[in-house]
RNA sequence: GGCGCUAUCGUCUAGGGGUUAGGACGUGAGAUUCUCAAUCUUAAAACCCGGGUUCGAUUCCCGGUAGCGCUACCA
């Protein structure tokens, strides 16, 4: 008995195209989920759809679902005592299973055609009644259903929907009912032999002997077509936990119109797995209590719960994203950062494709600098510029640094510091904090009349990182032979004299 | 149109028949720093509307409204 209650769960994705976050956190809630009730977790591909399905699609979701963290148990890839993992590989089962429920008269035959379909539709409409199919091939006579299939005329297979109310259990929603009248006889092959989805999930759910189906609540109004087929069947209704529609700032459902929505999308921006996954968790879930807001996977399996799920739809916010992102660059290993960090260094032409220990020593050294500031990755060339582009004549005609410019006692502040650097090469930290110490007592000027000229000088702003990281960072990158040169202390300091000379 | 789901600060949420309705992101202010996007402190900010039940409803019930979903031989 015990064996039998063993929970069993599965992510079962159509391969038409990217990992989209909602379907993401269906799949998160999953893992966490079976990985809480020491379950089993079945990724199942559902390539009915053999239109929009693609093999390339199937590789990338399960690399987008690696890269998350995320594991199964049993998969096309892992294989596992209910394979197939495919529905594509799984037609026969359906057939054979369509055939056993016409035999026991649970579904039947019909040969209506799309036309006549679409005509009652219209003429439905067009009466103010509910387009619901007539069920028209219901009854028909078991000998005319011979005669018209060995006429070869086509046909599609419905199932029989019961005349009472269907019934069924929401762990997020409570309990659910339909009438009878508002769910139609559903096809469940179509009549070219291809089953339809919600068929074909009803089959392989049962078979594989999933105790809890997790999905997103567009599913929902589906549920009492496949509760029927359970009981049609003859077989347990699992249970049921719809997951709210993740919706863009608009109010409306995420999709790409809103920016990056894909699972690829944030790996390419430089945002972090686990910072995705502690958003995602959070989109819908709350711990008990609701205060705390950073969880490791294994904080999340050990508090997850489906019964705290919340059933109102979630707006996805990038801030909060951001946020967390930051917190856990900030809380990664440095090397970790370096390495995700480098090829949007390479992408942008700043960095060697191999590069050189030195070079890459150098390049966490700037990581470092600057990762604790950026929402993501994918910023940090931008904010990097401060070393590699020099543009005295920009900086100039900058109106914000023009103010601190004219400042009474820059022009002396930047004289006395271009000679005492003169053809200094390095400097170290140490002599640049002799030498604002001096130009303190010389010209009188101290704080933000002494550091922002002395900045704008070097940076082209009067804002930016400490002096004593961002010193050597400049002598030692000029050393380096990058594809984009970093200026010296001693090359930014003459440029920007010469530049002032010529606008004065 | 029908059916279903949903409704607490701008956003994610906690809570719950009597509370100063709590936390977080974001925003404002202050502190710190030469500066800053970091850090710390702090402030503003919410129970959709109408009925009912009740001594009392934001909480329970009903209705409305709005949003979303389903209403396919899509998934």
């Known amino acids: ?37 020491g379950g089993v977790n079945v990724l199942r591909i559902e390539d009915t759809d053999l239109e929009r399905s693609e ?6 979701l399960i690399d987008d679902l690696k890269w998350l963290g995320l594991d199964w148990d049993e998969g096309p890839d892992v294989g596992g005592s209910y394979a197939p993992y495919r529905q594509s590989d799984r037609l026969e089962i359906y057939r054979s299973t369509a055939d056993r429920l016409v035999q026991a008269q649970k579904a039947y035959y019909c040969f209506c055609t799309l036309e006549d379909l679409e005509r009652d539709r219209q003429q439905a409409l067009a009466e103010n009644r509910q387009p619901i199919y007539s069920g028209k091939c219901r009854n028909l006579d078991p000998a005319e259903v011979q005669r018209r299939r060995h006429a070869g005329e086509a046909a599609a297979i419905r199932l029989k929907i019961p005349e009472h109310p269907i019934k069924f259990h929401d762990i997020v929603h409570g309990d659910v009912q339909f009438a009878s009248e508002s769910v139609s006889d559903p096809i469940i092959m179509r009549s070219n032999g291809v ?4 068929y074909v999930v009803v089959v392989d759910d049962a078979e594989m002997k999933i105790t809890h189906v997790i999905r997103g609540d567009d599913h929902l109004s589906n549920t009492p077509k496949q509760v029927a087929l359970y009981e049609a069947l003859g077989l347990p209704v699992p249970e049921f936990a719809h997951l ?3 919706l863009g700032p608009d109010r409306e459902r995420l999709s790409k119109r809103h920016g990056a929505t894909s699972i690829a999308n944030f790996r390419d921006m430089g945002v972090l797995p686990e910072a995705l996954v502690n958003y995602l968790a959070l989109l819908g879930w709350a711990p008990s209590g609701g205060a705390r807001e950073t969880f490791t996977p294994k904080e999340l399996i050990k508090e997850f719960s489906l019964k705290r799920i919340t059933p ?24 970790r950062i370096h390495a995700i960090a480098q090829p949007f260094f390479t992408k942008a032409g ?11 020593q150098w390049f966490g050294r700037v990581v470092d600098l600057l990762a604790p500031y950026v929402d993501k990755l994918e910023q940090l060339p931008q904010r990097a510029a401060i070393l590699f582009h020099f543009d005295p004549a920009a900086a100039l005609a900058n109106p914000e640094n023009a103010e601190v410019l004219a400042g009474e006692k820059t022009g002396p502040v930047l004289q006395a510091f271009a000679a005492k650097i003169g053809n200094q090469f390095p400097v170290a930290p140490e002599r640049f904090k002799e030498i604002m110490n001096e130009l303190k007592t010389e010209t009188g000027a101290k704080g933000k009349d002494l550091f922002h000229p002395v900045r704008i000088m070097l940076i082209g702003s009067h804002s930016g990182p400490e002096f004593d ?32 000379g010529q606008r004065s």
């Open 55 to 60: 093999a390339r699609y199937e590789t990338q």
């Open 469 to 500: 990281k961002l010193i050597p960072l400049l002598e030692e990158g000029s050393r380096l032979n990058l594809p984009e040169h970093v200026k010296s202390v001693r090359e930014r300091v003459a440029g920007f004299m010469a530049a002032r």
């Open 350 to 360: 700043l960095l060697p494709e191999n590069p050189d220990a030195e070079i890459a």
């Open 1 to 37: 008995m015990a064996s039998e209650s063993k929970i069993r769960v599965r992510f079962a994705p159509s391969p038409t195209g990217q990992l989209h976050v909602g379907n993401a956190r269906t799949a998160l809630f999953n893992w966490l989920f079976a990985r809480q009730k």
């Open 312 to 335: 109102s739809p979630a707006i996805f916010d990038m801030e909060k994203l951001h946020w967390l992102n930051r917190h856990y660059i900030k809380q990664s290993p440095p090397e």
């Open 244 to 246: 709210s529609t993740i």
């Open 195 to 198: 089953p339809v989805y919600n």
